[in-house]
């Protein structure tokens, strides 16, 4: 066989989040109970108006091709709800529906990024963002943050990395891993700051309506309409609706970069599965209680997920504004006894936690802050009471 592969591939980190769950399969299979703070999805089902859709669609014949952005009423649709939750009237031509969010901004990557490009990326960030840079032969320029700012980059910090190379900002709020999310007037900073410069803004909104404590998500598109010749708006029905494994999300941008994308997801994907644009739209268009139902029961989750997670010595968590991850302060567990070893850094921690506790998380170092755990709490009250039990109780053991 022939060994050799893309150059651009060797700037790609393997993930190892892989290797944790590998290892956390390897658990389950030896019939290990190992509570899973890993995972990055909702433990819902959709809504069951979703799952009828998608079987009369089925019936109704959604077996062929659609056109390569989506369905017509499906991108109506997304446009009825950017004008209700952002406040920004936007029309189908600037929609580009993909296989879910990752790949909407893995197409935005295709189109935007060059090599000598700087992409500019507030750690803690989501993983998928600088590897998607990398491999488009692209610079991430990323700026950490810290916990006092609450996660969140200064408007300073932004100015301070923008220059002539830099092609695009990437903002999630709420954000994956932290859980923090942007104000309105930390937002109206960092857009001052946009209007200095003519790099694009993409925001990440995939967390959007999973906020807390009567926290309001507002949207870039609202607040700097002047900026909306260059914002990119990524959303989906993933994390809203439980339905990750649907795989739809899109981006909104302006015109003449939906025109780019639809040649981008022209060669590749084609369409998104036509079933699930059926049900993304049934999603959108349906009763919203459910979303409402799901948004409570993980406020309640985080109330019980951090409390414990601060009652845990070592362990120190921020309340997360919003999405479903804690991200917990562990530097204080660095250094600490694994029998005749030490637990050297987070990823270590995380090894240890699920040796010793059968506990999964993702360590820190992977989102850019090392020293971190993220927990996810999209699951039972029950099992994170059990898994964060399961946590003290190891680090105890372990420093006695
Ligand atoms: C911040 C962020 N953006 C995008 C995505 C991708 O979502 P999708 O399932 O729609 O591809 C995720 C999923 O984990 C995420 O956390």
Known sequence: MPTTFAKRLDAVAPSVTL?????????????VDVVAFGVGEPDFEPPSYVL??????????????TAVTGIAPLKQAICAATKARKGWDITPDMVTVSVGAKHALFNLALALYEPGDEIVLPAPMWVSYPEQVRMMGATPIIVPTTEESGFRISADALAGAVNKKTKAVILCTPSNPTGSAYSKDAL??????????????????????????????????????????RLIIVDGVSKTYAMT???????????????????????????????????????????QEDVERMRQAFEKRRNVMVAALNDVPGIKCRMPEGAFYAFADCRALIGMPWGEKKVTNDEDLAFFLL?????????????????????SYATSEERIKEGVSRIKKAIEEAKR
């Open 19 to 31: 290797a944790m769950s590998a290892r956390a399969n390897e658990l389950r299979a030896k019939g």
């Open 52 to 65: 009828e859709a998608a079987k009369a669609a089925v019936d109704k014949g959604a077996s062929k091709y």
């Open 188 to 229: 109206l900073g960092l857009c001052d700051v946009m209007r200095k410069n003519d790099a694009w803004l993409i925001v990440d909104e995939i967390y959007a309506e999973l906020v807390y404590d009567g926290f309001k998500h507002v949207s870039a598109a609202e607040l700097a309409p002047d900026l909306r010749d």
């Open 245 to 287: 494994g649907w795989r739809i999300g899109w981006s909104i941008t302006p015109k003449a970069l939906a025109k780019a994308l639809d040649t981008v997801q022209g060669q590749s994907t084609t369409n998104p599965t036509a079933v699930a644009q059926w049900a993304a739209l049934a999603a959108l268009t349906g009763p």
């Open 355 to 375: 040796e010793r506790a059968s506990v999964a998380t993702v360590p820190g170092g992977a989102f850019g802050a090392p020293g971190y755990l993220r927990l």
